[in-house]
């Protein structure tokens, strides 16, 4: 069965440096999506993308988010300069179509800021 | 905006009695309703979705929910729970495009 993947399962980094965050998408689906998840906190939309630009993004996703699709398959997020709030699990997702169409999610990538 | 509220933080049941996660949602038009569930270490696996229609709908490992209009509310049901449905639940509301808003989710916890 298709599935999304993400990588690393786990980053360190330190304040202030910049993280990549890669996901592999369903190959056929359209739309892609992160999502942050903070410790004991409830999962949250970041970003939402299609057809190679933002379609939709929350309040967090601030000038030190950027999202990408490099190349035919990877997804990824950007952190230019990590806060230690911005310390969570971060789960990548996809979808065929917006809206009712179910979102498939990864296993997430669970970043430390130290 | 939509919200989305779990009012259980965790549940505990004995193995072979029933479920019900409770789920209430806030929404202006019609909701598309979603349940997902997190084993730990793993993404969010889709149980079950409303859309239109039956407001009965079954999901995948049992489960089922019914949407209630009247009260906003979604619950979730199984009745009879297995150990390996110990993890985390959650409910979720989607808009007409694309974002998805979760509870803080439901921790269940089945004792032998």
């Known amino acids: 069965e298709p599935e999304v993947t993400q990588t690393p399962s786990h980053q360190v980094t330190q304040m202030g440096q910049e993280v990549i965050l890669r996901c592999v998408p369903i190959?056929?689906?359209?739309?892609f999506y992160w999502y942050r998840q903070i410790l004991g906190q409830k999962v949250e939309f970041l970003v939402s993308?299609?057809?190679?630009?933002?379609?939709?993004k929350s309040e967090i996703f601030d000038d030190q988010f950027s999202v990408e699709r490099p190349d035919g398959s990877n997804f990824t997020l950007k952190i230019r300069s990590t806060k230690l709030e911005d310390s969570a699990m971060y789960f990548c997702?996809?979808?065929?179509?917006?809206?009712?169409?179910?979102?498939?999610f990864g296993p997430g990538t669970r970043l430390t800021v130290t | 905006a939509q919200s989305v509220t779990q009012p259980d933080i965790h549940i505990t049941v004995s193995e072979g009695a029933s479920l019900e996660l409770r789920c209430n949602y806030s929404?202006?038009?019609?909701?598309?309703l979603f349940w997902y569930v997190q084993s730990p270490g793993q993404g969010l696996q889709l149980l079950l979705k409303y859309f239109s229609g039956d407001t009965l709908v079954q999901g995948i490992k049992g489960f089922e929910a019914e949407f209630k209009r009247s009260q906003s509310s979604f619950n979730l049901r199984k009745p009879s729970v297995h150990w390996s449905d110990a993890a985390e639940y959650f409910c979720?509301?989607?808009?007409?495009?694309?974002?998805?808003?979760f509870g803080k989710g439901t921790m269940l916890l089945v004792s032998p």
């Open positions: 979720a509301v989607g808009s007409g495009y694309s974002t998805l808003t």
């Open positions: 190959s056929n689906h359209l739309y």
């Open positions: 929404y202006g038009a019609t909701p598309y």
């Open positions: 997702a996809s979808s065929e179509a917006p809206g009712q169409h179910e979102q498939y």
């Open positions: 993308f299609y057809n190679n630009e933002i379609s939709e």
